[in-house]
């Protein structure tokens, strides 16, 4: 197992998804158990699912200077940047540290594939993409790291990871790297992912979407329900921020099990946990809350249930928040990290929308009500196909470390 590492402060976080802007409006819809899903009408032919869409985007472009990297993800992007404050925040450790020193570090996994999408469906004469669509910069996963960084005017180390649902976690971990290594003193991490034909109909092939919404941890689960969002956070040297919340650890592994289906056993979902208490030098027992992974598809919720239940004391709390934003794939990372630090922050355990009759291996644990409760250490698990796993630990200031 690692070393307890130096833990970060989280001096400015950001969340944008079908339950609204910021983190106001999540908080709000986690406790009262309103979700945000929809049935779907935005595929370019009909699919009979349910979807977490943020409203209005369409009548939102970028302003003129960035409109160059014009399309929906950087759309979303641009607005989740302009929520609880993130810009200032950014900026100012722009001012505090150098625009050099400052990393921006983005996950997801389509990047502005829906803008590719829109151009091969709307291919002139000559099989050519049309004009507004001959944009390079825009037709690869860099993408949102590029636009990020631009958008910000920082110009540290800039670098975009797609490891599926597990991107905008993984993240944090390189966050914490660069800064310990002396390659950047503070580093904007985050994740946009934004609704699009590829990934709708790409789950549906694979016989992974519920005409439903869906229900993490039902025993009468049957499939996932796909959701965009947009999240960032602004993480430095703890002594930077001393009342702020911490990244106190992680864990990544990789299974290298199978394309698509987690390992049976949960290893390397395991031994990411496992290391993210390691790092963070706290003990399974004193969690509080951990956000799961949690799709609703029938494997990934029923390893991940025992595995839950075979590591952590039957008083540890544990929900899926899919339910109300859908999984938002490369962006559910850093999307379900803000979720965990509202816990923190607020006290907010949040129920499992969509669940009433939770799987056995985990019922003790599951919380199917949204409650109140003092908590000073929250996990967050993000589960990528492949098996790449990744866990993020935080910790309330001043508690446990």
């Not at 983190?23 to 595929?43: C, F, Q």
């Not at 962006?331 to 965990?340: K, S, T």
């Not at 003790?364 to 990528?384: E, K």
């Amino acid at each position: 197992m690692p070393e307890i590492m130096p833990a970060l402060a989280i001096s400015a976080f950001t969340a944008t998804s079908a339950l609204g802007r910021g983190l106001a409006a999540h908080a709000d819809a986690l406790i009262a158990m309103r979700g945000g899903l929809e049935p779907n009408r935005i595929s370019s032919r009909p699919l009979d699912c349910w979807v977490g869409r943020v409203d209005a985007l369409e009548s939102e472009p970028l302003p003129e200077p960035l409109a160059g990297w014009e399309s929906r993800n950087n759309r979303l992007a641009w607005t989740g940047l302009n929520q609880d404050g993130f810009v200032a925040a950014a900026n100012a450790a722009s001012t505090r540290y150098g625009a050099r020193r400052i990393a921006v570090l983005m996950g997801t996994s389509t990047g502005s594939i829906a803008t590719t999408e829109a151009g091969y469906r709307d291919l002139d004469d000559d099989g050519r993409l049309p004009p507004q669509a001959r944009r390079p910069a825009i037709h690869c996963l860099h993408s949102l790291g590029g636009f990020v960084r631009e958008a910000l005017d920082l110009h540290g180390p800039c670098m975009t990871v797609s490891t599926a649902c597990s991107s905008s976690a993984k993240v944090f971990a390189m966050a914490s790297r660069l800064i310990a290594t002396g390659w950047a003193d503070a580093a904007v991490v985050g994740g946009v992912d934004t609704l699009c034909d590829s990934v709708l109909f790409g789950f549906n092939a694979l016989e992974l979407v519920s005409a439903a919404p869906c229900r993490p941890f039902d025993v009468a689960r049957d499939g996932i329900s796909i959701g965009e969002a947009a999240g960032f956070a602004l993480l430095e040297r703890a002594e930077q921020a001393p009342d702020a919340p911490r990244l106190a650890g992680y864990g990544e592994s990789s299974d290298a099990y199978h394309m698509s289906t987690p390992h049976p056993q949960g290893a390397g979902a395991e031994l990411a946990m496992r290391e993210a208490l390691a790092r963070a030098g706290i003990t399974a027992g004193q969690v509080g809350y951990i956000n799961l992974h949690g799709t609703a598809t029938r494997k990934n919720d029923e390893v991940e249930a025992a595995l839950v239940a075979r590591l952590f004391p039957a008083h540890v709390r544990v929900s899926s928040t899919k339910g109300y934003t859908g999984h938002t794939l490369g962006a559910a990372g850093v999307l379900e990290a803000a979720i965990a630090l509202l816990a923190l922050d607020h006290g907010i355990v949040p129920g499992t929308l969509g669940c009433s009759r939770p799987e056995p291996a985990c019922a003790q644990q599951l919380a199917l009500q949204s409650s109140r409760a003092g908590i000073d250490v929250a996990l967050s698990n993000s589960f990528g196909f492949g098996g790449n796993n990744a866990c993020l630990a935080f910790v309330r200031a001043g508690a446990c470390t």
